[in-house]
């Protein structure tokens, strides 16, 4: 569900790591090469997710996740390798910090949002509510970079100030819209047997 975001973000670190070490004619090789490097990475990986999921057993998916924090190693090894811009101990408090709170949260977003997805469904409506949430997803991925170049490029820090502000008031609201349709839910199917449950 949120694999297109974090693609996205990827590309952008990408994007702005070929900007500031290699030279204008030497870009689009290095695009190129990273791309196909990547295309025999997610070949080679899902052909090991395959093999996990025929063994089906806790070993196999756990040397999966091992696997994962190998090649991240790896990667890390190899970022060391750019140019070095020491950072100051406040920008690094501030990196960890954020990365430590967007992690959680984007934990709980991904759980939470699936659960929603298919426990808020009457059982006839999976495929329904699942299509939605993917047209949503899009379309939130579509508005999100105009929204973003609009309130925090042009906005300065009161489009900051308002971005916060719409997440904050859209997380907030989650919950009580979630309690209200559940309600609705078990008032139109008292005796359905399909298990309720809210995540947030």
Do not use: C, K
């Not at 996990?52 to 998916?61: E, M, P």
């Not at 949002?113 to 579509?142: K, N």
């Not at 997440?167 to 009580?176: F, K, S």
Request: net charge neutral.
């Amino acid at each position: 569900m949120d694999s297109g975001r974090r693609a996205s973000r990827g590309e952008a670190v990408e994007g702005g790591e070929l900007a500031g070490t290699e030279r204008p004619e030497g870009r689009v090789h290095a695009v190129a090469t990273l791309r196909a490097v990547a295309n025999v990475g997610v070949a080679f990986g899902a052909g090991l997710a395959g093999f996990a999921l025929v063994a089906d057993t806790g070993w196999a998916y756990r040397m999966l996740v091992v696997g994962n924090v190998v090649t991240y190693l790896v990667s890390a090894a190899l970022i060391m390798r750019l140019p070095a811009y020491p950072p100051t101990a406040l920008a690094t408090v501030l990196l960890l910090g954020a990365t430590v709170i967007y992690t959680v949260g984007d934990l709980w977003h991904g759980t939470a949002g699936a659960a929603l997805a298919y426990d808020l469904a009457a059982p006839d409506a999976l495929g329904a509510y699942q299509g939605v949430d993917a047209l949503l997803t899009g379309l939130a991925r579509a508005a999100g970079p105009a929204l973003l170049t609009w309130l925090v490029l042009d906005g300065g820090p009161i489009g900051w100030l308002a971005l916060a502000g719409l997440l904050a008031g859209t997380g907030l609201a989650v919950p009580a819209l979630t309690r209200r349709a559940v309600a609705n839910r078990a008032e139109r199917s008292p005796a359905s047997g399909q298990p309720i449950s809210s995540s947030t």
